[in-house]
């Protein structure tokens, strides 16, 4: 393995499109972000957090990763779009089987994104909560040879770069901004997640009350270099009068964030990895799993230094669950002058969520690149979102009141082995939540939050234009598709309020299998997802990784059939669940219920009278003696 690694870093250093990273994966003892809990967490050759991965509009990442845990691991790229390699997108159960323990797995993953924030995660067995993540930058082309076979589906469209050039890329480190800066936002467990995960989803949690996180972080990246320390003890410098940009990454598994810079004024040109034209903002707003990047001015003067504040939102946190020493309000340090005092914050500048810090919405804002909006959609998908226990016992999310199970084999194989019966959205299973979406269409997702929280949904393979928008209830947007903007907004994670609904739409030219799901890791796990099976047909001229049929073999896992692994495409012996909505009315059950009930309710007067009877003749033989 260490030869393998010296012989990745020198080719490194010859191929420069040809980026080779070797990630071993183990657990590491004794982490104490916070200084209150030491743990064990999930680290990367050694170390925790761990190196960041940066690369080219153009480049090819080979990354092999071994896994040295005690299950399997996979490894999603958050926001890339995977062109015709669908197996690589790391979605456990849907495009692969994940990596059995003690093996390796060698991602590789043309960059065919534009240039913006990203970052990579575990998507298996929780690991994400424990640490498995790291940011992901994408950089400019580093010539203009590099964009002649690039394409970004980022809407659904191929949209061909060989028109751009470095010279026409809009915010550039150098000339738009002096030096850049990653911030990682993320909440904190004191308990790993296969702790967390058995108390989550039991039937003696009816209500749902999600794990609320003991701590939140914050620290930083300098390009491949991680600052040391989190919160207080992270530092950033700034100097006089350059402009820096902070590429803001909520890495959590539940926490919302707003972040300002004290007396700072910002301007957000990033979303999603979608570069958007200069927009002011005193505070930004992080869902889970979504990036924003901004410009900020820093002062003429080095009078003073300042805090980043990070604010976790604690609307979601169940109080029953939140714990005493639970902390909301998190900063890190902006240095300009080690030997000057902290300016001291002024009423106006701290954040209320009031008019001095209104939230910037992401349909005000526009695309560097504009797209038009897609025509009318061929299909309209409708997402209505609901919580409640199920059959099994446990409160689960759902889609349509059907919650998610992993199939019993990855979705894909069984798209690619299944032939025309791929079609069929009956032989995924039922808690497989598949749709069958025809290739070179455009499709609308109409999604509707009923629940009592706000949710932020990712979509795998895509990012998607927010064609409209209510946060209140009052659009309907299967009925209403009024876009807001000619140019819209276009991202690949949207945060939904309760009772609020949006409608998203894409065109279907990247084949491939691709979950669409809450990206809060507990609702997840409790199956607040559907996967979209887009271009069946073409997904089967797909040549699979040896490799991932291998893994799922090493593993007993099928490589052939359909959602319960079986050949026969409708035999459904042995899939996952089903879990269903718990049957109402005089089912079987209840009747038995009534009739153990009534039965013992009639023994038991029984009983009395006849313990009755017994008093009473007792008393009579007391009375003639």
């Given at each position: 393995m260490q030869r393998l690694s010296l012989l990745f870093c020198l080719l490194s250093l010859v191929t420069a499109d040809i980026l080779y990273h070797n990630w071993t994966i183990t657990w590491l003892e004794n982490q104490n972000p916070d200084k209150l809990f030491p743990r064990r967490v999930i680290g990367v050759n050694g170390q925790w957090p761990f190196e960041p991965i940066i690369t080219h509009v153009g480049d090819t990442l080979i990354l092999n990763?071994?896994?040295?845990?005690?299950?399997?691991?996979?490894?999603?790229?958050?926001?890339?779009?995977?062109?015709?390699?669908?197996y690589y997108d790391g979605a456990t159960m849907t495009s692969q089987c994940g990596i059995p323990v003690g093996a390796s797995f060698v991602y590789r993953i043309p960059i065919q994104n534009w240039a913006g924030t990203y970052y990579f995660h575990a998507h298996s067995n929780g690991q994400?909560?424990?640490?498995?993540?790291?940011?992901?930058?994408?950089?400019?082309?580093?010539?203009?040879?590099?964009?002649?076979?690039?394409?970004?589906?980022?809407?659904?469209?191929?949209?061909?770069?060989?028109?751009?050039?470095n010279s026409t890329v809009p915010y550039r480190n150098g000339i738009d901004y002096d030096d850049d800066f990653?911030?990682?936002?993320?909440?904190?467990?004191?308990?790993?997640?296969?702790?967390?995960?058995?108390?989550?989803?039991?039937?003696?949690?009816?209500?749902?009350?999600?794990?609320?996180?003991?701590?939140?972080?914050?620290?930083?990246?300098?390009?491949?270099?991680?600052?040391?320390?989190?919160?207080?003890?992270?530092?950033?410098?700034?100097?006089?009068?350059?402009?820096?940009?902070?590429?803001?990454?909520?890495?959590?598994?539940?926490?919302?964030?707003?972040?300002?810079?004290?007396?700072?004024d910002m301007k957000i040109i990033e979303i999603d990895g979608v570069e958007v034209t200069r927009h002011p903002a005193k505070v930004v707003d992080l869902s889970v799993s979504q990036r924003v990047s901004v410009l900020i001015k820093a002062k003429?003067?080095?009078?003073?230094?300042?805090?980043?504040?990070?604010?976790?939102?604690?609307?979601?946190?169940?109080?029953?669950?939140?714990?005493?020493?639970?902390?909301?309000?998190?900063?890190?340090?902006?240095?300009?002058?080690?030997?000057?005092?902290?300016?001291?914050?002024?009423?106006?500048?701290?954040?209320?969520?009031?008019?001095?810090?209104?939230?910037?919405?992401?349909?005000?804002?526009?695309?560097?690149?504009?797209?038009?909006?897609?025509?009318?959609?061929?299909?309209?998908?409708?997402?209505?979102?609901?919580?409640?226990?199920?059959?099994?016992?446990?409160?689960?999310?759902?889609?349509?009141?059907?919650?998610?199970?992993?199939?019993?084999?990855?979705?894909?194989?069984?798209?690619?082995?299944?032939?025309?019966?791929?079609?069929?959205?009956?032989?995924y299973g039922y808690n497989s939540n598949v749709y069958i979406l025809k290739g070179g269409e455009v499709v609308q997702i109409n999604l509707y939050n009923w629940d009592a929280n706000s949710h932020p949904f990712h979509f795998h393979g895509h990012k998607f234009q927010i064609v409209s928008r209510s946060d209140d209830g009052s659009v309907d947007p299967e009925k209403n598709s009024i876009p807001f903007q000619e140019n819209p907004m276009r991202r690949d994670a949207i945060t939904v309020p309760s009772g609020g609904n949006v409608a998203l739409r894409f065109r279907t030219v990247n084949p491939g299998t691709w979950l669409f799901h809450c990206h809060i890791q507990w609702h997840f796990e409790s199956g607040l997802a559907v996967q979209f099976i887009e271009d069946p047909i073409a997904q089967q001229e797909f040549k699979v990784p040896q490799q991932i049929l291998d893994q799922c073999k090493a593993q007993g896992i099928p490589v052939e059939g359909n959602g319960a692994g079986n050949m026969d495409p409708y035999d459904l012996n042995g899939q996952s669940g089903p879990v269903k909505q718990i049957e109402m009315g005089w089912t079987k059950r209840a009747i038995g219920a009534l009739v153990g009930c009534t039965l013992s309710a009639i023994l038991g007067l029984i009983a009395v009278v006849v313990y009755s009877m017994e008093y009473q003749a007792e008393i009579k033989v007391k009375k003639e003696t």
């Open positions: 990763v071994t896994n040295h845990l005690d299950s399997f691991v996979s490894i999603h790229g958050h926001g890339l779009i995977f062109h015709n390699t669908t994400y909560v424990d640490g498995l993540r790291t940011p992901h930058i994408i950089l400019p082309p580093r010539n203009n040879s590099e964009l002649e076979n690039i394409v970004d589906v980022d809407l659904g469209n191929e949209i061909n770069l060989t028109n751009l050039t990653v911030v990682a936002l993320g909440d904190w467990y004191h308990h790993e997640h296969s702790v967390l995960i058995k108390q989550f989803l039991s039937e003696f949690n009816p209500t749902g009350a999600e794990p609320v996180p003991d701590h939140g972080l914050i620290y930083y990246y300098h390009g491949a270099d991680l600052i040391p320390g989190f919160n207080d003890d992270a530092k950033i410098k700034f100097e006089a009068g350059k402009k820096y940009r902070l590429r803001i990454i909520n890495m959590s598994a539940f926490a919302m964030w707003y972040v300002w810079l004290e007396d700072h003429n003067t080095t009078s003073f230094n300042f805090k980043l504040h990070a604010n976790m939102d604690i609307e979601m946190f169940d109080v029953s669950a939140r714990p005493e020493s639970l902390v909301v309000n998190y900063t890190s340090c902006v240095i300009y002058n080690e030997t000057a005092p902290f300016y001291s914050p002024q009423p106006s500048d701290l954040f209320e969520g009031d008019e001095h810090y209104p939230l910037v919405s992401d349909v005000d804002l526009s695309p560097v690149y504009p797209e038009e909006i897609l025509e009318e959609p061929y299909l309209n998908v409708s997402l209505n979102v609901f919580f409640g226990v199920l059959d099994d016992g446990a409160n689960h999310g759902q889609f349509n009141n059907k919650t998610y199970l992993m199939a019993k084999m990855p979705t894909f194989l069984t798209v690619h082995s299944m032939k025309n019966h791929s079609l069929d959205a009956e032989i």
